[in-house]
């Protein structure tokens, strides 16, 4: 996972995006007033989704 600075992100957002896509890279975009946000991928976070879904259906 690569951390980014908000205003690089800003102005590669179309390369970060597509790393994010293609490659199967995660970002951490650094906010200045801390507040950061995860960048991923749709499928990623699909993915991510359904693996909670099941473990909380297994859980059950």
């Known amino acids: 996972m690569e951390v980014v600075p908000s205003g690089n992100f800003l102005e590669e957002f179309t390369v970060i995006a597509n790393r994010a896509c293609e490659e199967k890279e995660r970002f951490i975009i650094q906010r200045r007033?801390?507040?950061?946000?995860?960048?991923?991928?749709?499928?990623?976070?699909?993915?991510?989704?359904?693996?909670?879904?099941?473990?909380?259906?297994?859980?059950?």
């Open 33 to 60: 007033n801390g507040r950061n946000v995860v960048l991923l991928s749709m499928e990623d976070f699909n993915d991510m989704q359904r693996k909670i879904y099941e473990a909380q259906k297994r859980d059950s």
